[in-house]
């Protein structure tokens, strides 16, 4: 798979432009893969050295979305972002407040949370023909339309939250 484009819309929304590639696995990774990272961040803010590595991970993706963004919006958000990750970094490592797994944590379960909140905005109560749900429908062979997909995937999007936070509890117990 190549991809040729990435836009970011105002509007929450976006398109990647992509050639080849495996259109059943690339159609629901925007929804379910925000979900995945979600349920990864709350699993890493379990214990300091997983949350630690997850805040450097979360730097690293911000340094290069930093360098590639074409837009000062964008850029502003990850250098912005990328302080506030070094403050709160800073004082757990210089203070007695610790705080970074929380942030991470809190990172995670908004994530979650907003991946199960944008399936059903755009692709159960809002009906927008081109969407990723639409277009998996029309090439699965199965009858679901493009709000059944949307519920299958926020279901599945709810089981990696409701399975993150059941296992981040059993890691902490």
Same mark, same amino acid.
């Given at each position: 798979?190549?991809?040729?484009?990435?836009?970011?819309?105002?509007?929450?929304?976006?398109?990647?432009?992509?050639?080849?590639?495996?259109?059943?696995?690339?159609?629901?990774?925007?929804?379910?893969?925000?979900?995945?990272?979600?349920?990864?961040?709350?699993?890493?803010?379990?214990?300091?050295?997983?949350?630690?590595?997850?805040?450097?991970?979360?730097?690293?993706?911000?340094?290069?979305?930093?360098?590639?963004?074409?837009?000062?919006?964008?850029?502003?958000?990850?250098?912005?972002?990328?302080?506030?990750?070094? #403050? &709160? !970094?800073?004082?757990?490592?210089?203070?007695?407040?610790?705080?970074?797994? $929380?942030?991470? /944590?809190? *990172?995670?379960?908004?994530?979650?949370?907003?991946?199960?909140?944008?399936?059903?905005?755009?692709?159960?109560?809002?009906?927008?023909?081109?969407?990723?749900?639409?277009?998996?429908?029309?090439?699965?062979?199965?009858?679901?339309?493009?709000?059944?997909?949307? #519920? &299958? !995937?926020?279901?599945?999007?709810?089981?990696?939250?409701?399975?993150?936070? $059941?296992?981040? /509890?059993? *890691?902490?117990?």
């Amino acid at each position: 798979m190549q991809v040729e484009g990435i836009q970011v819309h105002a509007n929450e929304g976006g398109v990647t432009q992509t050639r080849g590639g495996v259109y059943w696995l690339i159609l629901p990774a925007g929804y379910l893969g925000s979900s995945f990272w979600g349920m990864a961040l709350i699993l890493a803010s379990t214990n300091l050295t997983t949350a630690r590595i997850a805040a450097g991970c979360l730097a690293v993706a911000l340094l290069v979305v930093l360098f590639v963004a074409k837009n000062w919006t964008l850029r502003g958000l990850c250098i912005g972002f990328i302080i506030f990750l070094a #403050i &709160i !970094w800073l004082l757990q490592e210089t203070t007695k407040v610790r705080i970074l797994r $929380y942030v991470i /944590l809190f *990172i995670g379960v908004m994530n979650s949370l907003f991946s199960v909140y944008d399936i059903y905005d755009d692709l159960i109560s809002r009906r927008v023909h081109s969407s990723d749900a639409e277009k998996f429908a029309e090439i699965c062979p199965c009858p679901c339309n493009g709000v059944g997909w949307g #519920i &299958i !995937w926020g279901m599945i999007s709810f089981i990696f939250l409701c399975g993150s936070i $059941y296992l981040g /509890l059993l *890691i902490l117990s």
